[in-house]
């Protein structure tokens, strides 16, 4: 007779471990939904590079007036960039709207500006003193450089 009732409540101890295994399968495996993606991961750098030659000559109608004017300017300019953003997010939902989520977010900033600059001015002036036209030359060079 107990050897009949341990029988019994083995067999209800395994449909009730049975029940709750069938109901942990359809429940959390069935019903739950997991985003896992990464979201930013880029990084980008630009080169600046700026020459600048002015060359300014003026002359006058008269032998006696010569204005010479040499403006040299060099602008060297770096700029280098690198953004690094990681982005992971872990949503977990179950079917009686239990929420589970994690966010992990690095962010990695790097900034390196460089600035050269170089100037160079030469003036030759001999002149008189008169009025007449001016004869203007312009010469300007720029140089730009990007790497993105």
Do not use: E, Q
């Given at each position: 007779?107990?050897?009949?009732?341990?029988?019994?409540?083995?067999?209800i101890?395994?449909?009730?471990?049975?029940?709750?295994?069938?109901?942990?399968?359809?429940?959390?495996?069935?019903?739950?939904?997991?985003?896992?993606?990464?979201?930013?991961?880029?990084?980008?750098?630009?080169?600046?590079?700026?020459?600048?030659?002015?060359?300014?000559?003026?002359?006058?109608?008269?032998?006696?007036?010569?204005?010479?004017?040499?403006?040299?300017?060099?602008?060297?300019?770096?700029?280098?960039?690198?953004?690094?953003?990681?982005?992971?997010?872990?949503?977990?939902?179950?079917?009686?709207?239990?929420?589970?989520?994690?966010?992990?977010?690095?962010?990695?900033?790097?900034?390196?500006?460089?600035?050269?600059?170089?100037?160079?001015?030469?003036?030759?002036?001999?002149?008189?003193?008169?009025?007449?036209r001016?004869?203007?030359?312009?010469?300007?060079?720029?140089?730009?450089?990007?790497?993105?």
């Amino acid at each position: 007779f107990i050897l009949f009732y341990f029988i019994l409540f083995y067999f209800i101890y395994l449909f009730i471990y049975l029940f709750i295994y069938l109901f942990i399968y359809l429940f959390i495996y069935l019903f739950i939904y997991y985003y896992y993606y990464y979201y930013y991961y880029y990084y980008y750098y630009y080169i600046y590079i700026y020459i600048y030659i002015y060359i300014y000559i003026y002359t006058t109608t008269t032998t006696t007036t010569t204005y010479v004017r040499t403006y040299v300017r060099t602008y060297v300019r770096t700029y280098v960039r690198t953004y690094v953003r990681t982005y992971v997010r872990t949503y977990v939902r179950t079917y009686v709207r239990t929420y589970v989520r994690t966010y992990v977010r690095t962010y990695v900033r790097t900034y390196v500006r460089t600035y050269v600059r170089t100037y160079v001015r030469t003036y030759v002036r001999t002149y008189v003193r008169s009025r007449s036209r001016i004869v203007y030359i312009y010469i300007y060079i720029y140089i730009y450089i990007y790497n993105i």
